[in-house]
């Protein structure tokens, strides 16, 4: 298998011409990380006269070697990179799929320029502006309705990447020994943790909500709806890495949005913006978007896949007692 390296130029090249990604005498200017993803190994590559995405999957989490993952989740995200492209509402707020590797789990996109996630939101001192969130409801809005199903079948089930998804979401955060410190991350918080771990109530309610993320749907969700999944370009905002996209309950989508809207400390008006301008929120269940909601704050404060959260320890103590209350209502 060809493992993509930024420190092999050379190696790097030939397997770029040997593809026709490099057209004849087209060199490598440089190589560079555009970002700091989580989930694969993600390459700009700049020539004299353009620049392009590589992304690679493997048999791991990136950043976290220890967490095996789906090797070719890669392919699963071009799929839906092809699904999509049809639909200018959704395909103008991504990147462009411009070749597939199936063999070396191995994507080219089209590359978005220079830009930041908005992580940034995490500092909580940012607001993110009403045009700018506008822009990702019209996006999540156009993504559930364009690809709607009539009849569930099994097109981008994605079942690997849910089932690793399920785990981080409902079953890891709530064991009592993970092997996972949380004071490391923050000096209390193992002990405001436990209590959650040995709440059978809501570990009772998680075991549906759970369920309910592994059924199929009528949707297409992008499954991974949250700051770091969202780029301000000189273009606008942009919409990347939807790996876990399957067909599913699109309660999920907004739920993870509206939960990072609170991880994030925004204004409650800023909540209600979004539920006004998704245009079928009258249609949602909102005794599962609640409960997804507060899943997804819970996870992000005592599970593995933390926040770069400047927050202290009190106001998490606050907001893993809020999520409680959505979930179990």
């Known amino acids: 298998m060809f493992i993509l390296k930024a420190n092999e130029p050379k190696e790097l090249a030939a397997y770029l011409y040997q593809h026709k990604w490099l057209t004849d005498g087209e060199t490598i200017v440089s ?12 390459l700009r590559i700049e020539t004299a006269t353009r620049s392009f995405i590589l992304k690679q999957s493997r048999g791991y989490v990136e950043k976290y070697p220890q967490v095996l993952a789906p090797e070719n989740r890669v392919l699963t995200e071009a799929a839906f990179y092809q699904k999509i492209a049809s639909t200018k509402e959704v395909q103008d707020i991504m990147p462009t799929l411009l070749g597939i590797d199936a063999v070396n789990n191995l994507i080219v996109l089209e590359d978005l320029g220079k830009s930041n996630d908005y ?3 995490y500092d909580l001192k940012e607001k993110i502006p009403e045009e700018e969130l506008l822009q990702l409801v019209h996006y999540i809005n156009s993504l559930h309705q364009s690809f709607e199903k009539k009849v569930v079948d099994e097109e981008l089930a994605n079942a690997a990447m ?3 998804n399920y785990e981080h979401l409902f079953e890891y955060p709530f064991k009592e020994d993970n092997g996972f410190d949380l ?3 923050q000096v209390g918080l193992q002990m405001v943790a436990m209590p959650y771990k040995k709440d059978a109530e809501l570990k009772e309610k998680m075991e549906r909500l759970g369920s309910l993320y592994l059924s199929k749907g ?5 499954g991974d709806f949250y700051p770091g999944s ?3 370009t000189s273009d606008g905002i942009k919409v990347i890495d939807p790996e876990f996209c399957f067909y599913g309950l699109r309660e999920f989508d ?3 949005l509206l939960a990072h809207l609170y991880l994030t400390q925004q204004q409650e008006s800023t909540i209600v913006f979004v539920k006004e301008n998704y245009s079928s929120f009258d249609e949602l269940n909102t005794t599962i978007l609640n409960g997804f909601i507060g899943i997804e704050i819970m996870r992000r404060i005592i599970g593995l896949a933390q926040l770069p959260l400047k927050m202290d320890l009190k ?12 979930i179990l209502k």
């Open 31 to 42: 190589v560079s990380k555009p970002g700091e993803g989580n989930m694969n190994c993600v």
């Open 119 to 121: 992580n940034v939101l």
């Open 162 to 164: 849910k089932a690793l």
């Open 183 to 185: 004071d490391l991350v």
């Open 218 to 222: 009528k949707c297409l969700l992008h």
């Open 230 to 232: 969202w780029l301000k």
């Open 254 to 256: 907004l739920g993870v």
């Open 315 to 326: 106001t998490k103590v606050d907001l893993l007692a809020f999520a409680r209350e959505l």
